[in-house]
């Protein structure tokens, strides 16, 4: 993560009092996962390109068009492996080599990790930890930057957070 050389404390990297990158791309990212009908966890998802224009933005949600029975939510559990994660969704929206960096509002999953190598992301930034994913281990094998952003504009409006 953006450390300050001279300390510990981490760094919004702004240039003068223009927004650095990866905070653009989290706060996008951040409102993105606002769109998510998911009650239990919000994630969004912004890609950019080479030159740092936006591809576009996804959250986590049922298959597109899918219209869920008034009971599925109840089941926390159950829901689970039928939620689309956000990096799946966004990795829809482009091909293999067209985006270079990926801002998650969670670390990616390891399936998210590796569908995110596949698709040859560079630079990925994730807001909150997700202690039970491998990313770490497969971004440092295959050299992908993956680092913390903690403050970007949205940080302190707090959104859901809550165990995958
Ligand atoms: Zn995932």
């Given at each position: 993560m953006g450390l300050d050389p001279d300390g510990d404390e981490p760094l919004t990297r702004h240039v003068g009092n223009r927004l650095g990158i990866p905070e653009y791309a989290m706060a996008l990212a951040h409102v993105a996962s606002l769109?998510?009908?998911d009650p239990y966890r919000k994630v969004g998802a912004a890609a950019l390109d080479g030159d740092n224009r936006v591809i576009g933005t996804a959250y986590n949600g049922l298959a597109p068009g899918f219209d869920p029975p008034?009971?599925?939510?109840?089941?926390r559990a159950a829901r689970q492996k039928f939620m689309l994660h956000a990096e799946i969704n966004l990795c829809s929206l482009f091909r293999r080599g067209e985006a270079r960096l990926v801002a998650t509002t969670t670390m990616p999953c390891t399936s998210c990790m590796q569908t995110l190598c596949s698709y040859g992301i560079k630079e990925i930034y994730y807001?909150?930890?997700?202690?039970?994913?491998d990313a770490p281990e497969i971004a440092e094998l295959y050299g992908i930057r993956l680092e913390q952003?903690?403050?970007?504009?949205?940080?302190?409006?707090g959104y859901l957070a809550s165990a995958k």
């Open positions: 769109r998510s009908e008034r009971d599925f939510w109840n089941d807001h909150e930890i997700y202690h039970q994913s952003v903690e403050r970007y504009p949205l940080s302190e409006f």
